[in-house]
Nanobody
């Protein structure tokens, strides 16, 4: 079992920044590909970003490329999502996810573990 706990959400102004963190516990963190997803009000959950176990490979949704950066610190069992140039369309509940399969599995939403989610609200 892997437990995932998100933190760092809250309110930001349009054009501003936030950094989300996801602390993992339970298994060897570096063996898991990690990802971030989000679900806006009235919409389905969507992929945001993913990172391989050792952090060498990343993938992003087109909507966040150039604005968001995913990273990880395997010594701290934590994955991050740095969000810059935020806009109102980024308002959503953000979820951390993990799988012991490939990064491509994360991109397809084929994950084994989910965090409970954290709300990010961007005011325009």
């Amino acid at each position: 079992q892997v437990q995932l706990v998100e933190s760092g959400g809250g309110l930001a102004q349009a054009g501003g920044s936030l950094r989300l963190s996801c602390a993992a516990s339970g298994r060897t963190f570096s063996s898991y590909a990690m990802g971030w997803f989000r679900q806006a009000p009235g919409k389905e959950r969507e992929f945001v970003a993913a990172i391989s176990g050792r952090g060498r490979t990343t993938s992003y949704a087109d909507s966040v490329k150039g604005r968001f950066t995913i990273s990880r610190d395997n010594a701290k069992d934590t994955v991050y999502l740095q969000m810059n140039s935020l806009n109102a369309e980024d308002t959503a509940v953000y979820y951390c996810a993990a799988t012991d399969q490939l990064l491509s599995n994360v991109v397809r939403g084929q994950v084994d573990y989910w965090g409970k989610g954290i709300l990010v609200t961007v005011s325009s």
